[in-house]
């Protein structure tokens, strides 16, 4: 009889062993893979006679922020890095491979934005994003830059294209020999520091970083008191209440566009060198909002100093004042009136069209090297109409860029019958209207 215990049986022979893991061979022992991508490996215990044995095997990596490994051996690129030390253990034993993973290769190059309009001098930010084969977005990857027409637009290795000349150039970006392109359209227009005119008008002058100095510049009085109140102003600037659209607000609201659409404008206006800001801040001390009707000239003198005169405006005239419409129609008033305090100015004359006999409401001739009052307006106006003054127009909705286009037109026009001689072309406009929007 066989004991429970015993080291053999009826017949002297021992019961036989299991053969005990001498080794674990990993295969393949080295490995290079991208980010992303997957390697399988195997592991292969033997006996100490190399017979292979079947052994449950344990799988770890030596930096799973690297490359991981499952519990069948399936190794994931991680991140670029290695060589990782994969352990493969079994019986006591183990084995190993040495993994390196390099980054995944660029696919694709997409550059954004694919085809902006900038102006001559103006500059604009491309971004070219660099993917793996997955669509991926891969960082930290080398782009180069280019310009078919470097005497048109330049790019620097940042990306950052200057217009130099008036014309389109094809920008390309290159990363690991994969390629795309934007096409950038350079204009001749002045490009001001408002973008989309809209929404620059939704946001209140009391709000604006330029505030302070606005009010520095320019004071603004009532009947001649210096009005030290708070301006109240809630935004958008276009939806406050009628009764907070003071005009105080306007008159404000009109400055701080002069402010924004003077950028670019030195020397680029035919009647000063100077931008349409310092221009109107070197010929006025501020505006001198009055109680009587029917006032709008330049200038109340007030301590010395020149004050453009306005009537203040009723309700329904204010509520005009909301958008660009209104706010437009006061700015090309305000260079009108200014005109006249600019030393050398044309004065008014009579025998125009609007007024030939008796009063004098007219400018002499339309002369770009010496414009009067009302070719001021007219060049405003027609300059916006177009785009080549250029405050957004194009970037608002289709039909208020038509809307302002038509507005400016018909303004520009309307002054043509206020010259004696040579008289300014007719305006006409089309789409798009208002010019181009400006991406920089």
Not at 257 to 286: C, F, H, R, V
Request: glycine fraction near 10%; hydrophobic fraction near 40%.
């Amino acid at each position: 009889m066989c004991l429970i215990f015993a080291a053999g049986c009826g017949d002297g022979t021992s019961e036989p062993q299991p053969a005990r893991v001498a080794s674990v061979t990993v295969s393949p022992p080295t490995a290079t893979m991208q980010v992303g991508g997957t390697t399988q490996l195997s592991a292969t215990p033997r006996a100490a006679d190399g017979t292979v044995l079947t052994a449950a095997v344990t799988w770890t990596s030596s930096s799973t922020a690297v490359v991981t490994v499952s519990a069948t051996g399936l190794l994931t690129g991680v991140s670029p890095g290695g060589p990782v030390v994969i352990t493969a253990a079994a019986g006591g034993q183990s084995g190993t491979a040495t993994v390196t993973v390099t980054p995944a290769p660029v696919a694709t190059v997409t550059i954004a934005p694919s085809s902006p309009s900038i102006a001559i001098g103006g500059v604009v930010q491309l971004a070219a994003t660099t993917r793996d084969l997955g669509g991926a977005v891969l960082s930290g990857r080398v782009v180069t830059w280019a310009s078919s027409n470097a005497a048109v637009a330049a790019v620097s290795q940042a990306g950052v294209v200057t217009g130099l000349s008036a014309g389109p150039a094809v920008i390309t970006a290159t990363s690991e020999g994969k390629s795309a392109t934007a096409i950038v359209g350079v204009v001749n227009v002045i490009a001001t520091g408002i973008r989309n005119i809209e929404t620059f008008l939704d946001r209140c002058p009391t709000l604006d970083a330029a505030y302070a100095q606005i009010r520095q510049d320019f004071e603004l009085r009532s009947d001649g008191a210096l009005v030290t109140a708070t301006v109240a102003c809630t935004e958008p600037f276009s939806t406050q209440p009628i009764a907070q659209l003071t005009d105080e607000l306007i008159a404000l609201q009109v400055l701080r566009t002069a402010y924004y659409m003077s950028q670019g404008t030195t020397g680029k206006l035919p009647w000063t060198p100077k931008s349409l800001y310092d221009w109107m801040k070197t010929n006025i001390a501020g505006v001198n909002l009055k109680t009587a009707p029917g006032q709008l000239y330049c200038c109340d003198v007030i301590g010395g100093r020149s004050y453009f005169s306005t009537s203040r405006q009723d309700a329904t005239q204010r509520d005009f004042k909301r958008v660009w419409t209104g706010i437009s129609n006061s700015l090309d008033f305000y260079a009108h009136e200014i005109r006249h305090a600019d030393a050398g100015s044309p004065p008014h004359v009579t025998g125009c069209p609007a007024f030939p006999t008796g009063v004098f409401g007219c400018d002499a001739t339309y002369d770009l090297a010496n414009l009067g009052a009302y070719g001021i307006q007219y060049w405003l106006n027609a300059n916006w109409a177009s785009g080549y003054l250029n405050v957004g127009i194009a970037c608002t909705p289709a039909a208020k860029a038509m809307e302002y286009a038509n507005w400016h037109t018909s303004s520009a026009n309307s002054t043509r019958g206020r010259f004696v001689s040579n008289a300014p072309p007719v305006v006409t406009v089309s789409a798009p209207f208002g010019g181009i929007c400006l991406s920089a």
